[in-house]
């Protein structure tokens, strides 16, 4: 637990780049983001060893209307900027060093005994919703207030409702000395793409070139 909550904090502190020690420790004690994964971190830990979790449940509740299924499984480096109103359901997964923004949810749909599956870095931005049980890649950005419902390959930008995907690539031949990204927006099911749009190999979703 120790070590998992460790890294929570470190990437829950790392926007304010306290200089000294004290001022860590003051930050740790006093966010809302390092309270927040605290409590998580030690509901998961009472579950593990067969301890009552409703109090701890309760309290992450009241303080700031947030859910977490004991059964859910979240990776360590969890980002919580602005914790309200979170909701993650049973058996859904989150992957290493995902940040979620509030009023996320992460629910099962009906009838399935399976939630979404987030895997290592992905952001969810404000509202933003994955029901059932869908699979969001790796490093992938998924827009505020976006509702997913279908499986989102890695590293691509998903935006509105239903989303439209962005999938980032590198320019090295106009772009190497900034690192910049260049994107390109494909909405699913439209049949009008420009022309400069070709199939990414095995992603389901297409490119800049």
Not at 66 to 92: C, D, K, Q
Not at 144 to 161: I, K, M, N
Request: include cysteine; charged fraction near 15%; proline fraction near 8%.
């Amino acid at each position: 637990m120790f070590e998992t909550l460790a890294q929570d904090i470190t990437r829950n502190l790392a926007d304010y780049q306290p200089k000294s020690r004290w001022k860590g420790w003051l930050l740790t004690l006093t966010l809302n983001s390092t309270q927040a994964v605290t409590l998580i971190r030690l509901q998961f830990w009472m579950a593990r060893h067969g301890l009552p979790t409703l109090p701890v449940a309760k309290i992450l509740f009241w303080m700031f209307k947030i859910e977490v299924s004991r059964h859910a499984y979240i990776g360590p480096g969890l980002r919580l900027p602005h914790p309200m109103g979170i909701i993650i359901g049973p058996w859904s997964h989150v992957g290493a060093n995902c940040d979620l923004y509030a009023d996320v949810r992460l629910v099962l749909a009906h009838g399935v005994r399976q939630g979404p599956s987030l895997g290592d870095g992905v952001f969810m931005g404000d509202g933003a919703k994955a029901v059932g049980p869908v699979r969001i890649g790796k490093g992938t950005v998924v827009g505020v207030s976006a509702v997913v419902t279908r499986d989102l390959p890695e590293g691509v930008t998903a935006a509105g409702s239903p989303p439209e995907f962005w999938v980032r690539i590198n320019k090295p031949s106009c772009h190497e000395h900034s690192g910049r990204l260049s994107v390109s927006a494909v909405s699913p099911g439209s049949g009008h793409l420009p022309e400069d749009l070709s199939p990414s190999e095995g992603s389901g979703v297409r490119t800049h070139r």
